[in-house]
């Protein structure tokens, strides 16, 4: 089993920056990717950006240029930082974990809530 738990969500006016963590535990390994997914209200979750253990990233093309994915191995750490933030990110983000190799492994954070304010 794999257990996430987010951070750094809060309230930020429209042009601000927000940094989010998510820490993962229990048993991290093999071919892996770590992502920030995204739920506003009435729509259906939505990718934001992912990352997998060797660095290869993309991004939803809403945030390309403004938020950032990395990845502390060391640490089984993702962050997301965003910048130049629009009331249009305003959701519930959510950390991902997805193994592929040696077994099929997928889990979900309780998500963090970012709002923000025109």
């Known amino acids: 089993q794999v257990q996430l738990v987010e951070s750094g969500g809060g309230l930020q006016q429209a042009g601000g920056s927000l940094r989010l963590s998510c820490v993962a535990s229990g048993r991290i390994f093999g071919v892996d990717t770590m992502g920030w997914y995204r739920q506003a209200p009435g729509k259906q979750r939505e990718l934001v950006a992912t990352?997998?253990?060797?660095?290869?990233?993309s991004y939803a093309d809403s945030v390309k240029g403004r938020f950032t994915i990395s990845r502390d191995n060391a640490k089984n750490t993702v962050y997301l930082q965003m910048n130049s933030l629009k009331p249009e990110d305003t959701a519930v983000y959510y950390c991902?974990?997805?193994?592929?190799?040696?077994?099929?492994?997928?889990?979900w954070g309780q998500g963090t809530q970012v709002a923000i304010s025109s």
């Open positions: 991902n974990y997805d193994r592929s190799f040696p077994e099929r492994m997928n889990s």
């Open positions: 990352i997998t253990r060797g660095n290869s990233i």
